[in-house]
């Protein structure tokens, strides 16, 4: 599935109608500010799954043997561990601190899963089990995958659901979900964030590298979403792209984010 987007071009989605949210300005900073936390904390647990993936593809022994991975975050550290094949056993783990693509520990000893792996590895099983009714609309974009990622959340679990790139010069925006599950793994309420999926294209045709990206945001979805910000942050490093932008019809402006910046604001209102 490929497709090239131009510059500035705005992804339209359906329209629902209904009574657009109001807001003052500090109470839209307040939770774009906490919809980039989330943001950062999702990308810190994705680039330890990335990085550990690749190194434990790299280690032949563990390769091997590979049967699925589990991240979680732990104090200041963020852990993905390696299973084997039969689902019972850790026989890798990397621990990482302030997003470092270089883990600050790695332990190849095998041992049984602890209380916290065990209760992600069998919420995450469940999760998959039930996603393939119609009802939650799930699709996989041809020539890309999907990422779980399981936070705990109260005495329940976030499963953020985000589409994942295997070629190089597009970043998957779309096509992400989030799944609260009760602490068995029930499905307990679902949210979609975008109609659709957005690749976005990091390049022209002509090879042109694209200095800014937008997409608009269905009503039911105001603001930027903590899926939107993790995705960029592990894609535009790979291109020229510093910041992007998404286009609010709820709230009638633009909101931007920066990675270098690590900054999120609204940004033009057109209302």
């Known amino acids: 599935m490929k497709q090239i987007f131009s510059l500035f071009l705005i992804f339209t989605s359906f329209i629902?109608?209904?009574q657009d949210q109001k807001f003052t300005d500090q109470e839209i900073q307040q939770k774009l500010d906490s919809i980039k936390a989330?943001?950062?904390l999702l990308f810190s647990m994705e680039n330890a799954s990335w990085n550990s993936s690749?190194?434990?593809?790299?280690?032949?022994?563990?390769?091997e043997k590979l049967g699925g991975y589990l991240?979680?975050?732990?104090?200041?550290?963020?852990?993905?561990?390696?299973?084997n094949k039969s689902q019972n056993l850790i026989i890798a783990e990397y621990s990482f601190k302030n997003d470092s693509k270089k883990p600050v520990k790695e332990n190849f000893k095998e041992r049984n899963l602890n209380p916290t792996?065990?209760?992600?590895?069998n919420v995450r099983a469940k999760l998959i089990s039930q996603l393939s009714a119609p009802k939650h609309e799930v699709g996989v974009p041809e020539g890309f995958n999907l990422n779980i990622i399981t936070i705990p959340f109260n005495e329940n679990y976030k499963n953020y659901i985000i589409t994942g790139a295997s070629e190089h010069g597009?970043?998957?925006?779309?096509?992400?979900?989030l799944?609260?599950?009760?602490?068995?793994?029930?499905?307990?309420?679902?949210?979609?964030?975008?109609?659709r999926?957005?690749?976005?294209?990091?390049?022209?045709q002509d090879g042109n590298a694209i200095a800014s990206s937008t997409h608009s945001h269905i009503r039911t979805n105001p603001f930027i979403s903590a899926t939107d910000i993790c995705t960029f942050k592990l894609y535009a490093p790979f291109s020229n792209l510093e910041e992007f932008s998404i286009y609010s019809p709820a709230l009638g402006c633009y909101i931007k984010y920066n990675y270098k910046k690590d900054t999120v604001s609204k940004s033009k209102d057109l209302k």
């Open 117 to 121: 792996e065990t209760t992600l590895s």
């Open 179 to 195: 799944f609260i599950t009760d602490k068995d793994g029930n499905i307990t309420s679902n949210k979609k964030f975008h109609s």
């Open 197 to 204: 999926f957005i690749p976005t294209m990091t390049r022209m």
């Open 16 to 18: 629902i109608f209904g």
């Open 71 to 83: 991240t979680y975050k732990n104090n200041d550290t963020v852990k993905t561990v390696f299973l």
């Open 38 to 40: 989330e943001g950062n």
């Open 170 to 177: 597009v970043i998957p925006f779309g096509n992400d979900y």
């Open 54 to 63: 690749d190194l434990a593809r790299e280690h032949k022994k563990i390769a």
